[in-house]
């Protein structure tokens, strides 16, 4: 089995997550596209796709395995996070809720 790569702004959108009150627990990826973030959050459970946007591929949003896994889930749909600000941002829309 090969060992995953993470995304370079990934331990800091966790980090940022944490701190906020969030449960996170990584997912390694399979062939079949899952997110790579599971996130806990009062009481809820939220995926969480991270890209970097410092780089074309993060750039280019879901790849078509991703694309794929989104449409078949019938659960929340997964969200993409590109910064620590925006996962903060993220939990405390869901606050609101």
Known sequence: MRAFRIDD????????????????????????????????????????????????????GFNQNQTRWAEIWRGEPPTVVYSPEQAVEILNGLRKR
Not at 20 to 34: I, M
């Open 9 to 60: 702004n990934q331990v800091a959108i966790v980090g940022a997550a944490r701190k906020a009150g969030a449960s996170v627990e990584y997912w390694p990826p399979t062939r079949g596209g899952r997110p790579d973030l599971v996130i806990g959050f009062q009481g809820r459970n939220h995926f969480w796709e991270v890209k970097n946007p410092k780089t074309k591929y993060g750039q280019n």
